[in-house]
Structure formats: C-alpha cells, structure tokens
C-alpha cells in the first residue's frame, strides 16, 4: 500500500475585502464606459418597446373598463337585474301588506262569529235562512243556466 502524497493542487488566494475593493474602483471606469456603449446601442430598441407596452397597458386598461361596464350593467347581478328585483320586491311587499290586511279581517270575522251575538244571528239568518217568529223569509229563485251551445251533430 502507497501511502504517498501527491502533487498540492493549486492553492488559491482569496484576496483581501480591501483589494477586492480596490479593484472594483479601478474597473469602474470601464464599466461605466461598456454599460454606456451598452445603453446607446439598446436605447432604439428599448424606446420603441416601451411604446409597445404603453399601447398594450392602454388596450388593456380600456378593454377592462369596457368588461367591468358591461359587467355591472348586465351581469348576474348588475343593474337591470337589480331594477328588476327590487321592483319584484316592491310588488310582493303590496301584496304582503294587503294579504295581511284581508287575514285581519278574516281574524276578525271569525272572533265575532265566536263571540257576537248579533254576527250569529246575522249569519244565520243569511245563511240558513233562519227567521224569528212573524217574520217572513223571501228567497231569489237562482239564476237560469246559460243554454248550452250547439254542435254541429245537432245542426244535421
């Protein structure tokens, strides 16, 4: 078994955080030149897409206007929609009210059948054509039934 060493491998040296900076200010210059050089050659190209994307921002932005527009007005929940049922809601609160008003009524006109004397007697009288004595009870004959209409088996 070899238990040699082989050649070192290339050992490197990390400068110091000083001539790390001072070779970045000794290359600034340059630097500044070629992103200078850099920028001149790109700034055609760069102008004319930011022209490109101000358009596309615009279309974008008035396209949005337009789809949120219609959205509101027409939308599942938009404006017509909206009209429509708070007048639907307008219309069943009538209805609500003068269903009430008619269920009061019948309310009433049941507790005075349960405990008024003279509403029983009143309906008795209608109804069952009830009479006290001496008194004489005159009652309409019903109207005729309407003739019925002829077919045409009765025309031959």
């Given at each position: ?41 790109l700034r055609p190209t760069l102008a004319m897409l930011h022209g490109i994307w101000r358009r596309l921002a615009t279309a974008a932005v008035a396209a949005f206007s337009i789809w949120l527009f219609i959205h ?85």
């Amino acid at each position: 078994m070899d238990l040699r060493v082989g050649p070192l491998s290339r050992v490197r040296i990390i400068p110091s955080p000083e001539e790390r900076l001072r070779t970045l200010v000794e290359r600034a210059p340059q630097a500044e030149a070629w992103a200078d050089r850099v920028m001149a050659k790109l700034r055609p190209t760069l102008a004319m897409l930011h022209g490109i994307w101000r358009r596309l921002a615009t279309a974008a932005v008035a396209a949005f206007s337009i789809w949120l527009f219609i959205h509101v007005m027409f939308g599942a929940n938009g404006m017509v929609v909206y009209r429509q049922k708070k007048a639907e809601y307008v219309g069943l609160q009538t209805e609500i009210r003068s269903l009430q008003q008619e269920n009061d009524r019948h309310t009433d006109q049941v507790k005075s059948l349960q405990t008024d004397p003279k509403t029983i007697e009143k309906e008795a009288r209608e109804q069952l054509h009830y009479a006290r004595p001496g008194e004489v009870v005159y009652v309409s004959p019903p109207p005729p039934a309407p003739p019925k209409p002829a077919t045409d088996s009765a025309r031959k």
